[in-house]
């Protein structure tokens, strides 16, 4: 296997963001790109990460699959700088780093022995879809932090809101399709983990709009899409009685 990437900031960031959540992933790679999907320790959240062929400077590869410990690979991307390439090879049981810049580094990491059953995306069904500028979006999380560990999100018609109850506060932001796009078959109404959520809106970075879907009392995915990388995540709802 050999990969190149220009200008992997961008990869490195995501990297970072993913090892939040887990710390050992399977890599899979092949003449599609590379992608990798993963749970967390508890069950609650999934990542699903892909790089497109075209995403890659160079692409030499056969299928092959790779077990990364996240926080070791982590700390060398961040070597990397916003002019650097970054090229990927594999060597029997290591995994051969280089970061070329006005110098090269050389790293290498072993690769783990993970288990081999692959983690299926769940086939979701959702009833409601919203767009909406992803700096927006991380900045409801933080707003609904202050008074809970838990945040809703409700949508009807042509209205969203993002919500939170704490025992003795409160905080809602509302917004109408003049500022968000809103596609809802039916009243949707969920609520999620602020810690996971927190997490997650890190991938803002990535792009200037987030895609959520959700449905009542149901799994959220939020999407973060560009021509050269998909991030997603999906967490599960927190199902707790009406005050």
Same mark, same amino acid.
């Given at each position: 296997?050999l990969?190149?990437?220009e200008?992997?900031k961008?990869?490195?960031d ?22 990798l ?23 030499d590869v ?6 990364i ?11 990397c700088?916003?002019?650097s390439?970054?090229?990927l ?7 051969k780093i280089e970061?070329?810049d ?8 072993t690769l783990?022995?993970?288990?081999s ?10 009833t ?8 927006e ?6 707003? $609904? ?5 838990? $945040? ?16 003795l506060? *409160? ?5 109408s399709?003049?500022?968000v ?8 109404? *969920?609520?999620?983990?602020?810690e ?6 890190k991938a ?8 959520l ?6 799994p ?7 021509p ?10 927190r ?5």
């Amino acid at each position: 296997m050999l990969l190149k990437l220009e200008r992997p900031k961008l990869f490195s960031d995501i990297i970072g963001i993913i090892s939040e959540l887990v710390l050992e992933v399977k890599i899979k790679v092949n003449k599609e790109g590379m992608s990798l999907v993963a749970i967390d320790p508890a069950n609650v959240a999934m990542v699903i990460f892909k790089v497109p062929a075209n995403a890659f400077a160079q692409l030499d590869v056969q299928d092959e699959t790779i077990g990364i410990n996240l926080e070791s690979f982590k700390a060398i991307l961040r070597r990397c700088s916003l002019t650097s390439s970054l090229i990927l090879s594999t060597e029997e049981n290591t995994l051969k780093i280089e970061i070329i810049d006005k110098i090269k580094r050389e790293f290498t990491l072993t690769l783990l022995d993970l288990d081999s059953k692959d983690k299926p995306v769940p086939s979701l069904e959702f009833t409601t879809k919203v767009e909406m500028n992803s700096i927006e979006f991380a900045e409801a999380i933080e707003d $609904c932090s202050i008074v809970s560990d838990s $945040c809703g999100f409700e949508a009807e018609g042509d209205k969203f809101e993002i919500f939170a109850k704490g025992p003795l506060n *409160s905080a809602k932001l509302a917004y109408s399709s003049d500022e968000v796009k809103i596609e809802s078959m039916e009243k949707a109404k *969920s609520r999620y983990s602020l810690e996971y959520l927190q997490k997650m809106i890190k991938a803002t970075k990535i792009n200037e709009k987030v895609i959520l879907n959700f449905a009542k009392d149901y799994p959220l995915k939020l999407e973060f899409k560009t021509p050269s990388v998909e991030l997603a995540f999906i967490l599960a709802p927190r199902i707790e009685t009406e005050d």
